[in-house]
């Protein structure tokens, strides 16, 4: 975690440090990833640096949270009310996807350093792993037991079940994504459109004769 002298500085300052560290993250990973590099693209001294954090590693996974937690207020902004006061999770679930495609275009720093890091953050994979699960797990079970209470999935399965079928898919997504950066935009979303198809045919609550 940042020391309080990280906390001190102006905000300005804090992002450019930020922004340079995204850049680096970015594009290599978290042992091939230069704290030199990054300290003369700010232009400060390297023992700087741990004045704010313990060591690289400490570093590392304060910016991985942040590009998360840009992520993810993007995409509370950006999913419409009307979505969701509709209640039902399917066409939640697709314009979550929607979303999410527009994001790794408008955050590409952010986005390639979260799937790298979930890839090959070599000593730091478990915890990088963990933050983003832990925040991707509390949209699905919110999403599922809203669902659940009003009747729009079936009730027959349990919740343990669901979600993990849905955030299994989500991640599976998001990694079709990195894995596709060239892909045609109208393919994209008809492969997303099929997959909610599956989902709700077989997740739909129906009522029993």
């Known amino acids: 975690m ?7 500085l102006e905000l300005p300052k804090r992002q450019f440090i930020i922004d340079a560290c995204l850049t680096e993250f970015a594009a290599h990973n978290i042992e091939s990833a ?3 590099t990054i300290v003369k693209e700010i232009g400060i001294a390297k023992g700087s ?17 942040y590009a998360h937690d840009q992520l ?9 009310i009307a979505v969701f006061a509709q209640g039902d999770m399917f066409s939640i679930l697709r314009q979550y ?16 350093f979260i799937q790298r890091a979930i890839r090959d953050s070599g000593s730091q994979l478990t915890a ?6 832990q925040m991707q797990a509390t949209f ?17 399965i349990a919740s343990e079940v669901l979600e993990f079928l849905v955030h299994t898919i989500i991640s599976a997504t998001s990694e079709y994504l990195y894995d596709h950066p060239a892909a045609d935009f109208t393919q994209v979303i008809h492969f997303f459109d099929q997959l909610v198809i599956l989902l709700d045919q077989g997740m739909r609550y129906r009522i029993r004769k």
């Open 72 to 80: 993810v207020t993007q995409l509370r902004n950006r999913m419409p």
């Open 2 to 8: 940042p020391s309080d002298t990280w906390w001190n």
């Open 140 to 156: 699905v079970e919110d999403l599922i037991q809203t669902a659940i209470a009003n009747r729009s999935i079936r009730d027959d």
């Open 49 to 65: 640096m741990y004045q704010y954090f313990t060591d690289k590693e400490d570093l590392y996974l304060y910016i991985l949270k």
């Open 97 to 112: 996807l929607y979303v999410m495609l527009d994001l790794q275009k408008l955050y590409p720093r952010e986005y390639t």
């Open 128 to 133: 990088a792993k963990a933050i983003g699960t």
């Open 34 to 36: 230069s704290l030199s």
